[in-house]
Each structure stands twice: as structure tokens, then as C-alpha cells.
């Protein structure tokens, strides 16, 4: 399947119109005058899914980042960032990793990006950085990716230390759903599986736990994406008789999955990955059946960025609210972006990655998000100080891979509404993990 060149958003619900389009983020902006903004654009590149089963999380993530630039270029005004305003160039990866590499590329390749925000899966960003950015020596940094196999591709040094991520390793996701599971009572399940990198690293993190745990699986059945019926993986589970069903996948596959269980007479209990928390795949399958599921996410710590995001992104988001998945993260991703690319002073790929971790690391001084927290950033910035950003989901500190650690949250589905039941801190998580070794 051939890609399309550039994607431009209009407001909801999305369209998808096939143009030349660069996402200025001053421009978006009628209270400064053109006299106020810099002359010059520094634009990086953002590969996430808009359409396909991750399509709604790409969707999400965008506004997020239009969000992000936008606050940053007003804070800055007339310096600008590194002298420019900032924008961004999205491209569909359609949820696909071929697509994803050609459009990465000729981000790299044609318009010279030293950046790239994305991909939304890991199946997207796993060839992006071992064929694109990672060889090019390009800043990757990634919302929603999750695999464990990032990690292991940046300790065998496949990554040259170019990836980075706002979201937590599914090394960690999988034990905190396995406590949770047994926790809740869920002892035996059976588990459907997107048949990709994510789902099948999340299936052997989450098992190894959950029967370490006490927990038995009952029967594993994988599917493949964006397939026009499920019915007979729906069928291959149902045979175990398990009171329950793990569902790992997406939104989109898992509306078809999670009807197509109800309507062949399937337990209405389920524990749910992160991303399932959506209200597009809610309403899909119907509330009604939902009453009895159970999920986990990465978790937030609430911080002045995280109340500033809750007010200004529902607002202009065109439909998505703050919950929506991917979308804090992606927030927080473009800040630390934007807030390194002014730290290094120049628009240039190895200064950048440098100096993503010189506004995260502690030791400086605290920073949110929001128009006085980004003024704030960029003096300090200015008289070359230490900043700490703490964003949207807390304070985040990459390792030598570009992961971050941080909590999960728990949550179930009740009348149609997501609804935290908890967090579970790291050390619980760590706790478990040290009984497995």
C-alpha cells in the first residue's frame, strides 16, 4: 500500500485531506501578530497512526502536540525557539511499519528533520528506529511504544542511543496487570493476543507473572490486525471455558473482538491492556457489557501540568478529552522536545538528544506546563540555568535506553465511564518482579 505524502487535520470529526501541510503552531495562533513571530520554522517530523486499529491514539496524540507547540511558541514570542517557532510535519503511518519507514524516511531524507515524534505502536516504532532514525542518527521519541524489545534493541546498541519514550515498558505492564488480575480475583483467563511485537512481549511479561502469581491461562489465541471477522479466534478462545477473557490488542480490532465474544455467548468479564480506556471502543461494544471489566495504564503522578492539560486539551482537541489514550504522554513528548530544542540552542539532531535529558534530569529548577511554566522554562533556558521539566504524567527521567519507570494505574469500566480504582507504585511492581528471578 502506497502512503500518502502529508496529512493536514481539520477539526472533528477528523478528515483526512491529502495535502502539503506543515502544522506551524504560531500560525494557529491570532494574538500575536506576525510582527511578534519569528521569521523562521524549525520543523520536526510526527509518524503516528491516524488511520487503521491505532488510528484514534494518533489522532489523540496530534492535537496533543499542536497543543504543546502552540503554548511553547506563545511563551517565547519574539526569540522564538532556538530564534525559530516551532511545527510539526504529521504523517499517517496507517498502523502499519512499512508505511511507517517510507514516511519516516522521507522526513529524514527529504525534509531534514533532526526529530521525529512517534510511532503510536511498536510494531511502528521498533523499524523506524533500526531502519531510519537510529542509523541516521535522528532524536525518536515515542508516546505509546511499549515493547520490551526497545529496551533490548538499545542495550545491544541498535538504537545508538537515539530513542526515547513517555510511556512505561511492557516489562513493567505486564507484571502490574498480573498482580492486579489476581488481586481482583481474575485466577483463570483466557487471553486473546494482537499477533505483533507488543502483543506477544506483552503476553510472555503479563504470563510469566500471573502463573508465578497463581493464576492459570487457560488457552492463548493470537489475531491479526484489521481482519473483517474475528469469529473463529473468538471461537478458539471460548473453547477453554475460562470465566474470563485478557484481552491485548487496540480500540479498533478490539470493538469487533469484544462484540463478536458477547454475541457467541462469552463471559462478560475482561481485563483490558492500556488504550482499551477509550470511549470510541466503549461505546462500540456497548456499555452494557462492559460492567464487569477491569484495565491497567500507565500511571500519572498529578502534578500543575496535569490540571493545566485537563482544562486546555478538551478544549481544542476537537472531541478527544484528557483521558484519551496516548494523549498526555504524546503532550509531555513534544514539550520536552520543544523545551530541549531550545536548551541546545540549534536546530541539529545530536544537540537535541544531549539535551533531552538536561531538561528532565533533577537537580534543576521545577517547571509545568502552561503559559507561565513555559515562560519560566525558557528564561532559565536563556540565562543557562538548570530546568526540571515535570510534565502532564509526572516526573520522568530517561535511563541510557530512553525508557522512563514511573506507576500504573488501575481502573474498571462502570455505566459507560472509566473510573481509577488505584495506582500501583513501582516498588509493588519491582517487589513482584524480584520473586521471579
Not at 496507517?94 to 522526513?107: C, E, F, K, M, T
Not at 477491569?294 to 472531541?319: H, N, V
Amino acid at each position: 500500500m502506497s502512503a500518502r505524502p502529508f496529512l493536514c487535520l481539520e477539526p472533528f470529526p477528523m478528515r483526512l485531506v491529502p495535502s502539503i501541510c506543515t502544522f506551524a503552531a504560531a500560525a494557529l495562533l491570532p494574538a500575536i501578530s506576525q510582527a511578534q513571530t519569528p521569521a523562521c520554522t524549525h520543523t520536526v517530523g510526527m509518524v503516528v497512526s491516524l488511520t487503521g486499529a491505532a488510528g484514534r491514539f494518533g489522532q489523540a496524540a496530534s492535537k496533543s502536540v499542536e497543543l504543546a507547540f502552540n503554548e511553547l511558541n506563545r511563551a517565547a514570542g519574539t526569540p522564538g525557539i532556538a530564534g525559530c517557532r516551532l511545527a510539526f510535519d504529521l504523517r499517517d503511518a496507517q498502523s502499519q511499519g512499512s508505511v511507517a519507514v517510507d514516511q519516516a524516511r522521507q522526513l529524514v531524507d527529504l525534509r531534514k528533520v533532526p526529530a521525529i515524534i512517534g510511532g503510536i505502536i511498536s510494531s511502528v516504532s521498533i523499524p523506524i528506529v533500526t531502519s531510519v532514525t537510529g542509523p541516521a542518527g535522528v532524536v525518536q521519541i515515542s508516546p505509546a511504544s511499549t515493547s520490551p524489545t526497545l529496551t533490548r534493541l538499545g542495550n545491544e546498541g541498535k538504537t545508538n542511543g537515539w530513542f526515547f519514550r513517555t510511556i512505561t515498558s511492557d516489562a513493567l505492564q505486564g507484571t502490574a496487570a498480573a498482580k492486579f488480575a489476581v488481586d481482583q480475583g481474575l485466577r483463570n483467563l483466557a487471553i486473546i493476543h494482537v499477533n505483533n511485537d507488543f502483543g506477544v512481549n506483552m503476553l510472555a511479561e503479563f504470563r510469566r507473572a500471573y502463573e508465578a502469581l497463581g493464576g492459570k491461562v487457560e488457552s492463548v489465541t493470537p489475531y491479526n490486525p484489521q481482519q473483517p471477522s474475528y469469529a473463529a479466534e473468538v471461537t478458539n478462545a471460548l473453547k477453554a471455558n475460562a470465566p474470563a477473557l485478557y484481552f491485548i490488542g487496540y480500540p479498533g480490532d478490539g470493538t469487533t473482538i469484544i462484540r463478536t465474544w458477547v454475541q457467541q455467548g462469552g463471559p462478560q468479564r475482561f481485563l483490558f491492556n492500556d488504550g482499551m480506556n477509550a470511549a470510541d471502543f466503549i461505546k462500540g461494544v456497548g456499555p452494557q457489557f462492559l460492567n464487569s471489566a477491569l484495565g491497567t495504564s500507565s500511571g500519572t503522578t498529578r502534578t500543575p501540568s496535569t490540571e493545566f492539560f485537563s482544562q486546555a486539551y478538551p478544549a481544542m482537541s476537537g472531541g478527544f478529552d484528557a483521558g484519551a489514550p496516548a494523549a498526555d504522554r504524546a503532550f509531555d513528548a513534544a514539550a520536552i522536545l520543544g523545551l530541549a530544542i531550545a536548551h541546545a540552542g540549534k536546530f541539529e539532531a545530536a544537540a537535541i538528544r544531549d539535551s533531552i535529558r538536561k531538561v528532565t534530569e533533577p537537580g534543576g529548577e521545577v517547571v509545568h506546563a502552561g503559559p507561565q511554566g513555559f515562560a519560566r522554562a525558557l528564561q532559565l533556558i536563556r540565562e543557562k540555568k538548570p530546568v526540571r521539566y515535570v510534565g502532564v504524567i509526572g516526573p520522568v527521567a530517561f535511563d541510557k535506553n530512553g525508557d522512563i519507570v514511573g506507576p500504573f494505574r488501575t481502573w474498571r469500566i462502570a455505566n459507560g465511564e472509566v473510573t481509577t480504582m488505584g495506582q500501583m507504585s513501582m516498588e509493588d511492581v519491582q517487589a513482584v518482579q524480584q520473586r521471579l528471578r
